[in-house]
């Protein structure tokens, strides 16, 4: 190697970095979405010393679950792009990004299989009482089969509230995999939406709920969805339906599903999403308690594979975003 030509390799590496656009992340990420984003961007990670500069220098920012609020945008003079790892945004204050103009990348569809999958783990964990009985056995007592008698969800209903990817992802599981009739709901998208899954449109909430076997839910929160499902709903449930929730906290009336299981309205729920994240026993105790709901801390996207995918998505999209000058 002739000489002072390593003293140079330095320098250009400075001189490359400094041509990328420099992005900060507010989140750790998968470790092979990190590396994909070094090779695009000039990454700032968590644990920089320069990452306290965010606010007052970050024109682009990755965001996996951080908060970001109204105050935090307007003190990012410079902020312009944000790309969200998952489908949602509800922890980012979407109307002060909108009135700055601030661009916001989430992926849809991405952690589709992975919640699907989540809401069959859950269904069939109520179904067959498995909450239940991990808790009595595990207190040191024996239960005896016979006083076990779950349900069969083979050709069952399934009520579908809101149809998009997720949504349509768990129909095809249940439909396919199963024999169940699948019931739909969304005021949002057209009659012949779901051309390729045999189902039944319902015109209202309630229709589904009347009818359903499983009501599985994949809406976001927002303000005319916070306690869509409350008591007067869960009261028009059958008494062996079982409620799913893996879309957001908020959606379901917490205090109000304690009371219908307690007053034995309904067979059980499946719980990844809460109004308290990540569940207590101090919160959820009484609920926990019936012994008719499976609880988990959000992890319907909580895969390395998943985790990896949607992670890269979000880097892909705002590395497009600005490599077509920001358009």
């Known amino acids: 190697m002739a000489p002072g030509r390593t003293d140079s390799v330095p320098e250009v590496a400075t001189v490359i970095e400094a041509q990328k656009p420099t992005v900060y992340l507010l989140d750790s ?3 092979t979405a990190i590396k994909h984003a070094q090779t695009l961007f000039n990454a700032i990670l968590p644990n920089d010393p320069k990452h306290g500069q965010w606010r007052e220098k970050a024109e682009y920012l990755l965001i996996r679950s951080s908060y970001l609020t109204a105050e935090d945008v307007a003190s990012c003079p410079n902020l312009k792009a944000i790309g969200k790892q998952g489908v949602g945004i509800d922890k980012i204050d979407a ?6 103009d601030v661009k916001i990348f989430n992926t849809p569809g991405v952690n589709a299989q992975a919640v699907a999958e989540t809401v069959l783990t859950l269904t069939m964990s109520v ?3 498995v909450g239940r009985i991990t808790a009595i056995q595990s207190r040191g007592d024996i239960i005896p089969k016979e006083k076990c008698s779950g349900l069969i969800l083979q050709q069952k209903t399934i009520g579908v509230v809101g149809m998009g990817n997720i949504g349509q992802r768990v129909a095809k599981i249940f439909h396919y995999g199963l024999g169940c009739s699948i019931v739909a709901y969304d005021p949002l998208l057209p009659k012949d939406a779901w051309a390729d899954i045999p189902h039944q449109r319902a015109e209202t909430l309630d229709s589904l709920l009347e009818i359903s076997d499983v009501i599985t839910l994949h809406i976001p929160l927002l303000p005319q969805t916070r306690n869509l499902i409350s008591y007067p709903q869960l009261s028009t449930m059958k008494k062996n339906a079982i409620l799913i929730n893996t879309a957001r906290g908020g959606i379901v009336n917490e205090q109000d599903l304690e009371r219908a299981l307690r007053e034995e309205l309904t067979w059980g729920a499946g719980l990844d999403c809460h109004e308290q994240e990540p569940p207590t026993k101090e919160k959820y105790g009484g609920l926990w308690e019936t012994g008719r709901v499976v609880s988990t801390p959000h992890i319907g ?3 390395a ?3 990896m995918e949607t992670a890269m998505a979000a880097i892909d999209l705002l590395d497009k975003y600005i490599k077509n000058g920001d358009r």
């Open 95 to 100: 109307d002060a990004c909108k009135a700055r």
């Open 29 to 31: 990420l998968h470790p």
């Open 301 to 303: 996207a909580a895969t």
């Open 305 to 307: 594979q998943t985790q």
């Open 127 to 129: 179904a067959r009482e």
